[in-house]
């Protein structure tokens, strides 16, 4: 008698017995993007079964493709890395999910982690880290880079957790979020506007966004506003 087939089986995948990892690779940076699908693409284990630029792109083909781990940037232009992770792991609990980001703040990685991901990879890391990762997590395993699993352990030592912005940022930010100018926020905050906008330019830095849309929805998925 031949076995009914069920969709889902790929949820279930582990590499050592059904052959190669099918890895999805999420990131807006399409030169990026090309270089890891080089990379990964050397690995016999390894095979990148497709590619997106946005969450959008990403949901409409994840059913389509079935992978065995999904490899995704934390800031995309349409949804945050926290979003992505919450939706993909309520629509399919078993994937592997690896986050891929430029992003070290012990709240955000945490926050991340609380949401049942794989691993957390710096994009500053090595590409032998990277597919360290990709092996390990298709064992079953959790992976940190170093420098995430060192910064985690500081917090359990007992060391405070500097804070992304300071309290003066902070301020401005809450005042950008109500759609204040920077002349309203000089007069709100007794500065002047030219100190309005290097508090400004650090904080698109330190959130690592470029426009109001991007910082905002940063802001609420990091509590900081």
């Known amino acids: 008698m031949i076995a009914s087939f069920d969709p889902m089986n790929w949820l279930s995948f582990r590499p050592k017995q059904s052959g190669k990892m099918k890895v999805f690779l999420t ?3 399409e030169m990026l993007l090309g270089g890891l699908v080089k990379i990964l693409s050397t690995e016999e284990s390894i095979e ?38 919450r939706k993909v792991k309520r629509k399919y609990p078993q994937l592997k ?10 709240h955000l990685v945490k926050e991340v982690l609380k949401e049942g991901i794989d691993g957390y990879i710096l994009k500053k890391d090595s ?6 990762a990709i092996l390990a ?8 880079s170093s420098d995430i699993n060192s910064m985690l352990m500081q917090g359990l030592n007992g060391f405070d957790e ?28 007794f500065i002047s506007e030219r100190t309005v906008e290097t508090h ?11 426009n109001l849309v991007g910082l905002i929805k940063y802001a609420y998925a990091n509590n900081l506003i």
């Not at 999910?97 to 012990?106: A, G, K, M």
């Not at 500097?162 to 100018?181: F, G, M, N, S, V």
């Not at 400004?200 to 470029?210: H, L």
């Open 162 to 189: 500097p804070k992304l912005l300071t309290d003066r940022e902070r301020e401005i930010l809450k005042l950008i979020a109500q759609e204040y100018t920077n002349k309203q926020m000089a007069e709100e905050l």
């Open 200 to 210: 400004r330019k650090n904080i698109f830095r330190k959130t690592n966004t470029n």
């Open 48 to 85: 990148v079964i497709g590619t997106a630029v946005s969450a959008k792109e990403t949901f409409e083909k994840l059913t389509q493709l079935s992978p065995h781990l999904l490899i995704t940037d934390y800031n995309l232009p349409d949804e945050d890395g926290l979003s992505i992770v």
């Open 127 to 132: 590409h032998d880290e990277l597919v360290n």
């Open 137 to 144: 997590v298709g064992k079953g395993k959790i992976y940190l």
């Open 97 to 106: 999910i690896i986050v891929l980001s430029q992003h070290d703040e012990t």
């Open 27 to 29: 990131d807006d940076h």
